[in-house]
């Protein structure tokens, strides 16, 4: 008995010590964990849960983080918490076994059924606090043990039910959903200001395609005549100077047709000193001589003409360059048509930038727009350049797809740039809105689609 009064004021200093903290918690879900563990503190118990009333699920069990939504525990308990809310107004103490009684006895088979699942998962003695403020409730508190619940315990219980609803409500209740609210409403209105202010940035428009560089003025190659590639002189993108062989075709049947016309020659001149000398005595022979004349001048221009075109099976350079075409084994043997193009010969300082723009990517472009080209082989530093013209009309490209060429100069003469590399142009254009640079295909498709 003279221990008595000391447990009492321990007990009393407890209570008020966690009704202290309850209401000093941050949010709903830290109160929920300090009801379902701490309140040990004044009351042992077993097991421990938390129904919010605002959500109407269970929100917190003793030792644990987090209830596990899909639980068959989880689920038997928050039916029970739904019916028998309905009526509670204090704190009650009753067994597992009769917890069943809340689902009625019109359902005598859930009524048994969940009696005998309270039963076996529970421990044998309940006290189930409903939380109200200002008639008002906010949820409920169970807590669970072997030992029945005295009178005092349970007032005690019934006191820190008012605490508990009380932070509830200041923490969940209509003035603190409002507080939410127009704190939630001023969040979105200012990023929804700040997300306007963004889109109707200026920005310049710009696009990527596809580059390759180029010769600027190249000199075509073309075959002189008709014939054979016989033999290529040059390797690709070698160096070669003015008069230098590049190709020469096979002159066999050439060889051959002259040596006709050689033979042509000496019989239409034998026919005409023959002509001469009867002429003298025989007028019917100097009437022949006008013809045999003309047969003569005939096979004298054919073996000119031959001699001419055999001068030509030797294509040589016509100036200073590099020899641009893929490979030798390309050319040699393959038969050709007079005038088509067998390579370039071109400068290997005067280079250009050559841009095949997707019809899906033009854009509004005037001569003189910066253009940044990156190389495949050092994309981390782009070279500048301008564009200097732009094909009025698509083209079908390899891959299928239409696109348009356009051709710009290279800003600086960087040692890492020489015909044939590739790589990717970004090219800048007029400057729009952020919000209209980001929907210009969307909006494409929508006029495209509505027919606008």
């Known amino acids: 008995m003279s221990e ?41 118990y077993r097991q421990a849960a938390w129904f919010c009333a605002a959500t109407n699920r269970l929100r917190s069990l003793s030792g644990l983080a987090t209830p ?35 689902f009625g006895p019109e359902d005598s088979a859930a009524w048994s059924e969940a009696r005998t699942f309270f039963s076996a998962h529970l421990p044998a003695q309940i006290a189930l606090l409903p939380l109200r403020h200002k008639d008002d409730l906010q949820g409920a508190l169970l807590f669970a043990r072997d030992e029945p619940f005295t009178r005092s315990e349970i007032n005690a219980l019934d006191h820190l039910a008012d605490a508990y609803g009380h932070a509830l409500a200041a923490l969940t209740g209509p003035r603190r959903r409002q507080r939410r609210l127009r704190r939630s409403r001023v969040i979105m209105l200012a990023g929804l200001l700040t997300l306007t202010a963004l889109l109707a940035l200026p920005v310049r428009q710009s696009v990527l395609a596809p580059a390759e560089i180029v010769a600027q003025q190249p000199d075509l190659v073309r075959a002189p005549l008709a014939g054979v590639i016989e033999t290529v002189h040059v390797r690709p993108n070698e160096a070669v100077s003015a008069g230098d062989r590049l190709v020469s075709l096979d002159g066999s049947e050439l060889g051959t047709q002259r040596q006709i016309a050689r033979q042509q020659l000496s019989v239409a001149e034998a026919e005409l000193r023959q002509a001469r000398q009867q002429a003298l005595f025989d007028p019917q022979s100097r009437a022949r001589l006008a013809v045999l004349e003309g047969r003569r001048d005939q096979h004298a221009a054919e073996l000119a003409f031959l001699n001419e075109r055999l001068t030509r099976i030797d294509v040589t350079a016509v100036r200073d360059g590099i020899a641009i075409f893929d490979d030798i084994a390309d050319w040699e043997g393959r038969p050709v048509a007079l005038g088509e193009r067998i390579m370039l010969l071109a400068d290997p300082q005067a280079r250009a930038l050559e841009i095949n723009l997707g019809v899906a990517d033009a854009i509004n472009l005037e001569p003189g727009a910066d253009i940044r080209f990156f190389l495949n082989i050092d994309p981390a530093d782009p070279v500048a ?12 490209m390899p891959d299928g797809t239409m696109a348009y060429r356009l051709r710009a100069t290279l800003d600086d003469d960087d040692p890492r740039l020489r015909i044939g590399l ?28 509505a027919g606008l």
């Not at 590739?422 to 689609?449: E, H, K, N, S």
Request: hydrophobic share 45%; no cysteine.
């Open 422 to 449: 590739r790589g990717t142009a970004r090219i800048y254009g007029d400057r729009t809105l952020l919000v209209l640079y980001l929907l210009r295909r969307p909006i494409a498709w929508l006029r495209l689609q």
């Open 68 to 102: 596990d939504r899909d639980a068959p525990f989880t689920r038997r308990l928050e039916a029970f918490f739904r019916k028998s809310l309905r009526s509670q107004t204090r704190t009650q103490s009753l067994t597992a076994a009769r917890m069943g009684a809340a």
């Open 385 to 396: 350049a301008s564009l200097t013209r732009a094909g009025y009309r698509a083209r079908a």
């Open 4 to 44: 008595q009064p000391p447990r009492k004021g321990i007990t009393l200093a407890t209570l008020l010590e966690l009704e202290k903290r309850a209401r000093a918690a941050e949010d709903a879900q830290a109160l929920g964990f300090l009801m379902v563990n701490d309140t040990h503190l004044v009351i042992p």
